[in-house]
């Protein structure tokens, strides 16, 4: 009973805080479009992709990995921090370095947009100050304390709509590429923030040997041997997204789609369709953070039948939220979205994909629960096929004259695939647990 209490306990905290955090969210965000108007955010949009997969690369999965291992280590877990501190700031450095040198590179040549360079830029100079967040964030988790987090969450986001509101206007009345740029500036001074918020909960009269602060190869072997599975896997994922707006704009292109057709309805698909309808995600990020701990700790004590409970309730969840969102977003979608963001771009997609979302949110559940038992190579595995399956089906509908339904087809498909093989591997992992 006690660690169910913990586990809904965890669950609701990172919930409250979610819900807080994603009004401030939207708020923000309807702010800064509005500022900004569509150009600026299509600018963002196109090099979104770039940045989910090098910060990937850049904080290697830390959150999920410094997790698990302050889940399973009682004490001494100083080490398993100054280790992936240490990696994490020479990785941080190398991709510094190469994202500097070929910025120019990516802007001109792949994304067809010179005003990106600049942005790539800022964007790189963020990669260490993110990185060290994830793994303090990463140490909550795994303590299953999530006031930190969720504290820390809501005030960046108060944080971030100030800087917005008094210094977005300032810069577009200099340069759009500046005021594109600015999330990513802004991002710097929030996870600056976060850092020291998440600090002042650390316990004050806890004693600390020096020789567990020092980093050592065997909570180096165990960094690498969650996190390089792991972080591969959520590579291959954004590798995919990557690539999404290189293939679709040269081809739309080489089909005769206007640059600005692109940019828009690109834009539009990543600023208004996809936000709306992720809104529920961070109910699914507080029950995946919840799980991933929880999991990891009962297989270890080879407790299956609370890992088998858990799981079912996981999913319960995520699927009532999933499937209620989508009915409202098919029924009202349009004039939420206008409503929002005074304009209707994008609500032809948002209803086309709302039928297929709830699908979207058991996948995190699958995907985290793999993770908890030591299978991540398995969903590193599938999300090779999936990112494989989507980026065929974007080449092959880019060249058949649908417009950017080419990417919601690909959309489509890669969740069915995706979920599927998951389901799949999941119920063989479960027949393999004997109670």
């Known amino acids: 009973m006690k660690r169910n209490n913990v586990f809904i306990k965890s669950t609701l905290i990172l919930i409250l805080g979610g819900i807080i955090t994603k009004i401030l969210g939207f708020i923000i965000r309807i702010i800064y479009i509005r500022i900004v108007g569509t150009e600026v955010i299509s600018l963002y949009s196109l090099v979104t992709p770039t940045y989910s ?10 959150p999920t990995t410094i997790s698990k291992l302050i889940a399973e280590e009682k004490n001494n877990t100083g080490h398993i921090i100054s280790t992936a501190t240490l990696l994490i700031m020479t990785i941080n450095a190398i991709v510094m370095f190469l994202v500097i040198a070929s910025a120019k590179f990516i802007s001109i040549n792949l994304l067809h947009e010179e005003k990106c360079y600049l942005i790539i830029i800022v964007m790189a100079l963020t990669f ?5 967040s994830s793994i303090v964030k990463g140490y909550f988790y795994g303590k299953q304390n999530m006031v930190p987090n969720v504290v820390s969450n809501v005030i960046e986001q108060i944080i971030r709509g100030i800087l917005i509101y008094i210094f ?27 850092i020291f918020i998440n600090l002042l909960f650390l316990p004050k009269n806890k004693k600390i040997k020096e020789l ?14 969650i996190s390089l599975p792991t ?62 701990p929880e999991i990891s700790k009962f297989y270890l004590k080879k407790n299956y039948k609370l890992v088998k409970k858990r799981l079912k309730e996981a999913l319960i969840f995520s699927l009532i939220i999933g499937i209620s969102y989508s009915i409202l977003i098919i029924l009202f979608g349009s004039k939420v ?3 929002l963001y005074k304009t209707t771009l994008g609500s032809n997609y948002m209803y086309i994909l709302s039928f297929i979302f709830p699908l979207f949110y058991i996948e995190a559940i699958l995907i985290s629960f793999l993770q908890s038992i030591d299978k991540a190579n398995i969903t590193m595995k599938i999300t090779i096929i999936g990112v494989i399956i989507k980026l065929i089906s974007l080449s092959i509908f880019s060249l058949l004259h649908v417009g950017m339904y080419a990417l919601v087809i690909a959309e489509i498909i890669n969740i069915l695939l995706v979920v599927l093989l998951n389901i799949i591997f999941v119920k063989k992992e479960l027949k393999k647990m004997i109670l």
């Open 231 to 292: 972080v591969s896997s959520r590579i291959i994922g954004n590798i995919g997204y990557f690539f999404e707006p290189i293939i679709l704009k040269n081809l739309l292109l080489l089909n005769g789609y206007s640059n600005h057709y692109i940019l828009t309805e690109y834009g539009a698909y990543n600023a208004y369709t996809i936000p709306i309808l992720t809104v529920p995600s961070f109910f699914i990020m507080a029950i995946s953070s919840s799980l991933i």
């Open 212 to 225: 567990n602060l020092k980093p050592n190869k065997l909570a180096l072997k165990n960094i690498l041997n």
């Open 53 to 62: 997969l090098l910060i990937t690369i850049a904080t290697l999965a830390l």
């Open 128 to 132: 260490p100050i993110i990185s060290i």
């Open 168 to 194: 977005v206007p300032i810069l577009m009345e200099k340069s759009d590429i500046l005021a594109a740029s600015s999330l990513f500036i802004f991002s710097f001074f929030e996870e600056l923030v976060s």
């Open 337 to 339: 979205l206008y409503l």
